[in-house]
């Protein structure tokens, strides 16, 4: 377990970096990009947010960083 989280940091660090990228991707699409599982990219997305950083979901269900949520 202690060796995979500089592993989840870089990942988090890159799904931060495609979701900053214009256009919106689908949670599909940024899984199929990164090479994780759809539930990978939540877990990730939920840790953005933990840490502070912008996390979230647009209203048309792909996850952006334009939308802040505290949780």
């Known amino acids: 377990m202690k060796n995979d989280v500089p592993v989840r940091i870089i990942r988090v660090f890159k799904l931060l970096e495609y979701l900053s990228e214009f256009p919106a991707k689908s949670v599909d699409k940024l899984a199929q990009i ?38």
Do not use: P
């Not at 539930?39 to 269900?61: E, F, P, V, W």
């Open 34 to 71: 990164i090479g994780v599982s759809i539930k990978t990219i939540y877990k990730d997305n939920h840790s953005a947010g933990i840490l502070g950083l912008r996390d979230g979901k647009d209203n048309t269900h792909k996850i952006s960083d334009k939308v802040w949520i505290h949780t």
